[in-house]
């Protein structure tokens, strides 16, 4: 048994407190709940014409579940009285306690005090609305919400840290199947990764939504994924924070690509976890998810009775994903054999309002349309407004599209172009038929998107765990260019050959000692191209020495190097070390306008080759790698193994931030060379 097993789905309910509390007890009785509830009292003798009880001894029985909602001080002495008579677990509605930050003294002594109070009971919260079980008609809940009870069938499990969004998200009128509604609070016990393993293991549960603030455990968030994969339970988060500003004072180009959200980012891709940016597409994702499942693809169909629409659909997959594929000949000619000579047969599908309100004949056209090589087939149907219009028109459309997927054996959406033109109604008969209704065509997409992600990470072996890691220890320390790149080179990484020069005659020595051509830095500066410290395809020693002169006083050196020949393409390669995910990797798009560019993938480290060239891939400018319009292939084996190398020595390393800007692959055969390199990593 899970340990939150008896709070999660209890059979018995303890209810705490005033106004709160009354509503907890009107709200099961409400919803049909069958089990005991047992509202607590000291002057009340009955709460919504339920008998009351004066205090935990007195109730009469040991509560799976209790609702607290009581002030923070009472609060910890009713969950020690509930942890002591057995019982299963609290939700902990009052505030005042760690909410407020790690300075609030008082609020920090309080939480410390609740915890020793529960020991191992669990307890939710504090600063916490509740739960709502809607399987079983189980409500600790303090409010209205707009659920109804999950008669029989499945429905989805939502977990958020925001008491207001989850009641928003009750309100909802899409036809999404609710089985569970629940919210973290603080997470003073028990974390948002536990309650989540908690709610999958319910059969009763076909997928879980997460609104994240931020994560309570890499270990924890790894296990529940690895479950969810298990019981093949899909997952999708809206995770807050892409706002959030880059490191202020950043050294390295790094810093200010990567970012807590681009680690976040990139461990929810690790786990198979789809991520959307918006609580509609969040709800959408959600009811594809529960009636489709994760998709095997991204080829799309969709039909409609205006090329209008048919344009909006395609132009909607752009720069996703997702595809429209063409039709061949013979699916072409199946489909226009239906539709008459006037009709361009095309994938979006115009089928014109010839048909419209014929039953057999949209039968026949949505049959010979719709394929079971498309992962989803969509029919675009917006519904007339049922207080000033009639429907009836539109119900033949519906049954001959049913009609379609079942002699297919098909997935199929009904896509309403504007949210408001889907009746809750309809939406719900066609959940219960197995096709899913999706609100709005731009939400339908990244519905779509997300659902193809999960089933394109499900058909791959789960990747290495990362785990909770330890903080970095010890002093920082900025490396100059000469000493991170002997450093990289002692472990096995391509690095041109230089000489630290501390003079201007040291420095026409080095070069020809190196042989031309040259590049000549300044030591100790950051950014070189932006404070003029770098000058490339030096070819002479009268050039190399005026260059020294002008470069000398800028840093606290010379550094002379080999100048790197036949690059095709630039890359940045980059470390920072997140608090929470270790050292987290960043490749992308490199040279002097990497912000500006913002062409970067994030990955967590260790990752794979196959992760790696995943990453590259999926850059904008990765066709260069591949001999972009008649150009030198790049050596693109080269290029994944010096990144799966830098990886590497990050890991062994106490880096704090690793900085290689640009990594210059050379053409195929000619390998992938260090052109420079900041590392900043930590003494102990």
């Not at 999660?8 to 069958?34: D, E, T």
């Not at 509202?39 to 919504?48: A, R």
């Amino acid at each position: 048994m899970h340990r939150l097993e008896r709070l999660l789905r209890p059979r018995s309910i303890a209810v705490f407190g005033g106004s709160f509390a009354a509503n907890v007890v009107q709200q099961c009785r409400k919803m049909g709940f069958a089990g005991e509830v047992w509202p607590v009292h000291p002057t009340k003798p009955e709460v919504h014409g339920v008998k009351a009880y004066r205090g935990v001894d007195d109730l009469p029985g040991v509560p799976d579940a209790a609702f607290v909602g009581v002030n923070r001080l009472l609060t910890i002495d009713i969950v020690r009285q509930l942890r002591e008579r057995g019982a299963g677990g609290a939700i902990c509605f009052a505030a005042g306690f760690l909410e407020a930050g790690a300075d609030d003294a008082d609020g920090a002594r309080l939480q410390d005090e609740l915890l020793a109070a529960a020991g191992d009971m669990p307890i939710i919260g504090p600063n916490c609305y509740g739960l709502i079980n809607y399987a079983d008609g189980a409500l600790l809940w303090p409010d209205q919400h707009g659920g109804e009870r999950l008669e029989g069938g499945r429905g989805v499990a939502i977990l958020t840290q925001s008491s207001n969004i989850a009641i928003n998200m009750t309100m909802q009128k899409r036809g999404l199947p609710l089985a569970y509604v629940m919210t973290a609070g603080n997470q003073a016990q028990t974390g948002l990764s536990e309650l989540a393993l908690g709610l999958i293991e319910d059969e009763r549960v076909s997928a879980l939504g997460l609104h994240i603030e931020g994560f309570d455990s890499v270990t924890g968030l790894e296990k529940l994924a690895a479950r969810a994969r298990e019981l093949r339970k899909p997952i999708v988060a809206m995770k807050v924070g892409r706002s959030e500003q880059a490191r202020a004072g950043a050294l390295s180009h790094t810093a200010s690509l990567a970012g807590s959200d681009a680690a976040s980012d990139a461990f929810m891709r690790r786990l198979g976890i789809a991520r959307v940016d918006s609580i509609p597409a969040f709800l959408e994702t959600l009811k594809l998810l529960h009636v489709c499942g994760p998709l095997p693809g991204n080829k799309l169909s969709s039909m409609s009775c205006s090329g209008g629409e048919a344009s909006v659909m395609a132009d909607a997959a752009e720069g996703r994903p997702l595809v429209f594929p063409k039709l061949d000949d013979a699916h072409r000619a199946s489909v226009k054999e239906t539709l008459g000579p006037l009709v361009a047969v095309a994938n979006p599908l115009d089928y014109h309002t010839f048909i419209w309100n014929n039953e057999d004949a949209m039968r026949q056209t949505f049959t010979a349309m719709v394929s079971d090589r498309f992962d989803l087939n969509a029919l675009v149907l917006d519904f007339p407004r049922n207080d000033r219009c009639s429907d009836a028109d539109w119900q033949p459309t519906l049954r001959a599209f049913r009609a379609a997927l079942t002699a297919k054996s098909a997935r199929g959406a009904v896509v309403a172009s504007m949210p408001e033109n889907m009746p809750e109604g309809e939406a719900k008969a066609l959940v219960a038929q197995g096709v899913v209704p999706l609100f709005g065509i731009g939400e339908t997409m990244d519905a779509v998107e997300a659902a193809h992600f999960i089933g394109a990470a499900w058909s791959k072996p789960a990747s290495t765990a990362v785990g909770d890691r330890a903080a970095l220890v010890g002093e920082t320390q900025v490396l100059d260019e000469a000493t991170a790149k002997a450093l990289l080179r002692e472990d096995g990484l391509n690095v041109p050959a230089g000489i630290v020069a501390a003079s201007v005659a040291d420095a026409v020595d080095a070069a020809g000692k190196i042989g031309f051509p040259l590049a000549l830095k300044a030591l100790g500066v950051a950014h070189k191209s932006e404070t003029g410290a770098v000058r490339l395809n030096l070819r002479d020693a009268d050039t190399v020495r005026s260059v020294a002169e002008a470069l000398l006083p800028l840093g606290t050196g010379l550094f002379v190097e080999k100048m790197i020949e036949g690059g095709v393409a630039e890359l940045i390669v980059g470390i920072t070390h997140d608090a929470l995910f270790g050292p987290v990797m960043t490749i992308g798009t490199g040279g002097v306008l990497v912000e500006l560019l913002q062409d970067s993938a994030t990955l967590l480290l260790p990752a794979s080759r196959d992760e790696i060239e995943r990453a590259l891939r999926g850059l904008k400018m990765f066709p260069l790698l591949e001999g972009y319009r008649g150009r030198p292939k790049a050596d693109l084996r080269a290029a994944i193994e010096a990144i799966a190398k830098i990886g590497a020595f990050a890991q062994a390393e106490n880096i704090e931030e690793l900085d290689i800007n640009p990594l210059i692959v050379c053409g195929e055969g000619k390998g992938a060379w260090i052109a420079d390199a900041l590392l900043v990593r930590r003494t102990q």
